[in-house]
């Protein structure tokens, strides 16, 4: 009998609301509105970044306070489900649940990989 590895690719339903965005655009015109969603898109991917750093140096001292300010930057600009998800990976970690933390982490990495990048093609065509 041959073993059959399978290629599992998990695909997640990305949920935004574009009115966080557009309530941007309308208060401070394009010009404004364009540099602060690109600047708060690259704070929110240095936040990603530097919690994916905190978690594989396993340094948990801080990572729920960094979660919370991750999910309040995802629903600030409209990304529901990445502020859902974070919530998620937070409720994981104190609940003490270091399975379900590592499942839910692994869905936080492709929900921001996929936000981040749906948000930077919406905004190229807004250009």
């Known amino acids: 009998m041959t073993a059959t590895i399978l290629n599992f690719r998990p695909k997640d339903r990305i949920c935004q609301d574009a009115e966080p965005i557009a309530l941007i655009y309308r ?3 394009t010009a404004a509105a364009e540099e602060v969603v690109t600047r708060a898109l690259g704070e929110l991917a240095l936040t990603m970044s530097g919690l994916a750093d ?3 140096g396993k340094e948990t001292a801080n990572l729920a306070r960094q979660l919370r300010r991750l999910e309040r930057m995802a ?3 409209g990304l529901v ?3 859902r998800v974070a919530c998620d990976v937070r409720a994981c ?3 003490g ?3 379900a933390f590592s499942a839910v982490w692994a869905r936080l990495i492709r929900v921001a ?4 990048a749906t948000d930077r093609a919406t905004l190229d065509q807004q250009r």
């Open 113 to 116: 990989e996929s936000s981040l």
């Open 27 to 29: 208060s401070m015109g």
């Open 97 to 99: 649940d270091l399975t």
């Open 54 to 56: 905190q978690v594989r």
């Open 75 to 77: 629903e600030q600009l």
């Open 81 to 83: 489900s990445l502020g």
């Open 93 to 95: 970690l104190e609940g």
